[in-house]
Structures are given as C-alpha cells and as structure tokens.
C-alpha cells in the first residue's frame, strides 16, 4: 500500500485554522479519501493532558524552554500514535499545526532561535514530514482583531504581548520562503469561503500529483 499523505494546518491567532481544516476534512470525504483529523498540542490522550498545561492561563510563569520542551513532548506522542501509524496505513492526516508552529512561537516568538527548536524536535518528529503545508496568512493586527471579537475563552498563548504575536507572523513568513514547495500561503483576510475554495484548490493538486489521479481507497 502506498503511504499516506500529510497535511498541515499552519497560522497565527484567528487565522481560522479550525473551520478551515473541518471544511477541507469534509471535502476529502467526500472524495472517499481515508482521513485522519489530529492536531497540536494534542492529538493524544496524553498531548491532550500536556495541552491542558500549556493552554492554562495561571501558567503564566511557564519558562519559554520548559514551554518547548512540552510542545515537543506532546509530539513525540502524537508521531508515534497517530501521525506514523495513520500514514503507514495510506491514510491522509490532517493536523491543525505540527513542528512550524514550535518553530514559529518558541524559536522565533520566545525567540529560543529556529535551529534549536529544530534540533530539539528531531528526535520527536522521528522523520515525519508534511507533504503539504496550508499557511493561513493573516497579519498581527486583523489577528488580534479577531482574537478579541471571538466568543471563544482566551488561553495562555492567547494572551501574549503584541510583538510576540508579530515575531511568530515574520518567523512563518521566513519558513515559507525556505521551502516554498511544501509551504501554501493563503491569504487568511479574505472570506470563509474564498479561503476554503483556494485551499481544496492546492490540495486536489498536491493529492493529484501525489496519487496520479488513481483513486484513494
Ligand atoms: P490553537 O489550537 O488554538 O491553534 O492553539 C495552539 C496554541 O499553541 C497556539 O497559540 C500556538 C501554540 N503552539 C506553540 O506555541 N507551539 C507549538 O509547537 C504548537 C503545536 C502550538
């Protein structure tokens, strides 16, 4: 069986990643392909415990390693039970966020620098790699709008300082750049709608060029 196909889901605050990823889940449905919907931190029964630490607002005395380290340890967790498994079963996974996002918030956001937090996930990653990767673009400023617009509880990394916010923007634009063959950017201003038909868009390509046009099952 050939291996599955991996997808990630990545954006600042009120990029709307979550409808975003529930309406591409659904389309690949619909098209019979076998979907697994995951996301991080979390994805796992114990990510999801380690989630419940790193999104707890009295947590604000987290130290940016530790807060690392966790991200990290949440992944582990979630290759080894969901991520490598699901692939290996052709499966396409769906993951709202993966190792960009460390990247982006604890490399570049706590500014513990992009190399170290890659070589710190490597072991976690495991050689897991996304096929294609959504970046929805949305600026500091429209982000923040929406963050406080939304009805939605405000977690820790909710509530951080507006130059964190604006270094995780530059760091995703930086990895964008470095690997514009995996990363997608969409511009995540526009509406609902426009945003999800430019996503199936690239990703019927990529599931195209990946599977040649055979069907999934
Ligand atoms: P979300 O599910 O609303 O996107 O929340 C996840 C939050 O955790 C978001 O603020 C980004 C942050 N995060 C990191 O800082 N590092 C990571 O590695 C991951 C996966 C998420």
Redesign the pocket.
């Known amino acids: 069986m050939r291996r599955g196909f991996f997808i990630t889901f990545e954006g600042g ?1 009120g990029a709307g ?2 409808i975003q990823v529930e309406i591409l889940a659904s389309h690949l449905f619909e098209e019979g392909y076998d979907v697994v919907v995951t ?4 994805g796992t029964r114990i990510g999801e415990q380690i ?1 419940a630490i ?2 707890n607002t009295e947590n604000v005395d987290l130290n940016p390693v530790a ?1 690392a380290y966790l ?2 340890a ?2 582990a967790q979630h290759v080894a039970q969901v991520i490598e498994p699901s692939l290996e079963s052709g499966k396409v996974v769906l993951s ?4 960009d ?2 990247i982006s ?2 490399g570049y ?1 706590r500014k513990l620098g992009p190399d170290l937090i890659k070589n710190l996930n490597a072991l976690a990653v495991n050689g897991a790699a996304p096929d294609l990767t959504i970046l929805l673009s949305v600026t500091p400023e429209v982000s923040m709008k929406r963050r406080n617009k939304s009805k939605k509880a405000k ?1 820790r ?2 509530l951080q300082q507006h130059d964190f916010y604006s270094r995780v923007y530059e760091g995703y634009k930086v990895l964008a750049k470095k690997e514009p063959n995996r990363f997608i950017v969409v511009d995540a201003g526009k509406s609902i709608e426009k945003v999800a038909t430019e996503v199936w868009d690239v990703t019927q390509r990529a599931l195209n060029e990946y599977y040649g046009k055979i069907k999934k099952k």
Do not use: I
Not at 39 to 42: I, N, Q
Not at 96 to 99: E, G, I, L, N, Q
């Open positions: 605050e990643k979550s996301r991080e931190p979390g989630r790193t999104h807060e991200m990290s949440a992944r709202d966020r993966f190792v996002s460390s918030y604890q956001g977690d990394l909710d």
